[in-house]
C-alpha cells in the first residue's frame, strides 16, 4: 500500500517554495522594473501560505458496545457480538483535516494517511472506514446528510424527506438499503450533518483488515473542500489502555494553474524549476502543502 504514496516532505517543500519563488521575484522583478509582485510570485506565494492541518481525533473518539447500537435501534449481528464479548474492543474515530488555500490557490488532490499502533500481538485492526468511492453518487447531491453504522458495522445515510424522494431515482441499486430518512434512521449516527461540498470526485480508499489505512481524494476544485470528515472503526485485543495514531496528509496543487502563472519567466527559470515544472502532476506532491502528527490515544472504557 505505501507504494502507492508519495507523502509529501513538509519541510522539503518549504525549502523548495521558498527558492522558487526567490527565483520567481527576481525574473518578474526584472521584467517590472522592480514595482510590483508579479503575479507568478502571487501564485508561488499564496501556495506557499497555504495551510493543511489535522484536527484532535480525541475529540469524537468513542467506545462501541452492544448497548451503543440497542440504543440507537438496531442490533448487532452476531460476529461483532461475538468479538466485543471475547476477543476485542471496538471505537469508533473522526478524523478531520482542514485544508485553508490562500488567495486563489488551487488544488486537485487530498492524501490522509493514518498508522495505527502498537504494531504486533496489540495491533488495532480497522474495520470499516467512511468515506468510500461506492458513496460519491450520494456524497454529491451536496445535501446535509447523517451517517451512521449498522448492526454490521457497515456505514448507512439519513436523508431529509423532503429530499430524498428527489435524490433516490439516482440512488445505487446495491445503496438503496442503506439510504433512509433522517426520521427513519436506524443506526449509531457516526457524524451529524455531513456536507460534502465537491462534486462527483474520485475517492480511494484503502485500509480494511489492516493498521494502516488512507483515502486519496481527486477533484479539480478540491480547494473549496474545506474540513474534510474521515470515519474509522477500529476494534483493539482487550486490555488495550492506549493506541498511537501517526497522520500525514497533503494537498498537492494544479499544475496547470502554477505553471500558466509563471509562462512570462519560464524560460529564465534554473534547469531544477525547468524540469519539475515540465512534469506536471507527476510532480505535485513536491510542491503540496500538508501536515504529519503523531498521537497517543487513551481509549474509552
Not at 187 to 202: I, K, R
Request: glycine share 8%; proline share 4%.
Amino acid at each position: 500500500m505505501n507504494d502507492e504514496l508519495t507523502p509529501a516532505n513538509p519541510e522539503q517543500t518549504d525549502a523548495l517554495l521558498s527558492d522558487l519563488l526567490q527565483e520567481v521575484q527576481k525574473w518578474e522583478g526584472t521584467l517590472a522594473g522592480g514595482t510590483k509582485l508579479g503575479i507568478g510570485a502571487e501564485a508561488v506565494d499564496s501556495l506557499f501560505k497555504t495551510k493543511v492541518s489535522f484536527g484532535n481525533p480525541q475529540d469524537k473518539l468513542i467506545r462501541l458496545t452492544e448497548k451503543t447500537f440497542k440504543n440507537s435501534g438496531t442490533e448487532l449481528i452476531d460476529i461483532y457480538k461475538q468479538q466485543m464479548r471475547d476477543q476485542f474492543d471496538f471505537y469508533y474515530m473522526t478524523h478531520t483535516v482542514d485544508l485553508r488555500p490562500e488567495r486563489g490557490a488551487q488544488f486537485w488532490r487530498l492524501t490522509c494517511e493514518l498508522d495505527f499502533g502498537p504494531k504486533g500481538s496489540k495491533q488495532p485492526i480497522i474495520q470499516s472506514l467512511f468515506p468510500a468511492d461506492k458513496w460519491r453518487s450520494v456524497m454529491s447531491f451536496g445535501v446535509g446528510m447523517d451517517v451512521g453504522l449498522g448492526g454490521d458495522l457497515q456505514w448507512s445515510i439519513g436523508i431529509d424527506s423532503s429530499q430524498l424522494a428527489q435524490f433516490l431515482p439516482s440512488i445505487p441499486d446495491n445503496l438503496k438499503a442503506n439510504v433512509s430518512t433522517k426520521n427513519n434512521f436506524k443506526a449509531f449516527l457516526a457524524v451529524p450533518a455531513y456536507d460534502y461540498q465537491l462534486g462527483c470526485s474520485e475517492i480511494i480508499t484503502n485500509g480494511e483488515g489492516n493498521s494502516l489505512c488512507y483515502w486519496r481524494i481527486n477533484d479539480d476544485n478540491l480547494q473549496r473542500i474545506g474540513t474534510a470528515k474521515f470515519a474509522i472503526v477500529f476494534k483493539v485485543p482487550k486490555g488495550t489502555d492506549s493506541i498511537t495514531v501517526r497522520g500525514t496528509v497533503w494537498a498537492e496543487p494544479k499544475m496547470n494553474w502554477l505553471t500558466s502563472t509563471l509562462e512570462d519567466v519560464a524560460a529564465a527559470l534554473s534547469e531544477r524549476f525547468q524540469r519539475l515544472l515540465g512534469q506536471g502532476d507527476d510532480a505535485a506532491s513536491q510542491f503540496a502543502r500538508g501536515d504529519a502528527e503523531l498521537w497517543k490515544l487513551t481509549l474509552p472504557k
